[in-house]
């Protein structure tokens, strides 16, 4: 059965919860593979009000329940965080919320440092990597590049 899907951009009030997601989804996926500098660092990062005043942020709901979140920065041109409830894997929500970020960017290219759990997920989504692998703060990530038709 397909899941009935709405994705929008999120309000301001619906930041918290968007970001509760990000942490419990980031922790199952994405900690085992950092050190705890990494994981302290990403923390960091989704608590730091200078750095989430950058994103845009939308949201995929399934009925009324917020179970993926993709928020961009830089004019829209760089895919910030992308997280989807496990349980919601492989059906398509991931898809949707990057084409609406993909719809909204002003350029004809997008730019990701991806996780190395996402790597996979941004090749499917016709990424390409730009460099190898990196290490900064403790977060593994590598640099990839999505151009637009």
């Known amino acids: 059965m397909a899941l009935n899907i709405f994705v929008r951009e999120l309000q301001q009030e619906e930041t918290e919860k ?7 989804v980031f922790q199952e996926y ?3 593979d950092y050190s705890k500098e990494g994981v302290e660092e990403f923390y960091k990062s989704i608590n730091d009000e200078n750095y989430l005043s950058e994103l845009c942020l939308y949201g ?3 009925q009324k329940e917020l179970v993926g979140v ?31 970020a993909q719809a909204r960017c002003p350029i004809d290219r997008m730019t990701v440092n991806s996780s190395p ?3 996979p997920i941004y090749h499917k989504l016709g990424f390409c990597d730009t460099n190898t692998e990196q290490i900064v703060n403790g977060l593994r ?8 038709l």
Not at 85 to 93: L, P
Not at 141 to 148: A, G, H, N, V
């Open 18 to 24: 968007a970001l509760c997601l990000v942490w419990k």
């Open 30 to 32: 994405e900690a085992p």
């Open 60 to 62: 995929a709901f399934v």
């Open 70 to 100: 993709i928020a961009t920065r830089s004019q829209g041109t760089h895919i910030a965080l992308f997280f989807v409830e496990g349980k919601y894997h492989r059906q398509g929500i991931g898809k949707q919320l990057f084409q609406i």
């Open 117 to 119: 759990y996402a790597v």
């Open 141 to 148: 990530f590598t640099p990839m590049e999505f151009k637009l």
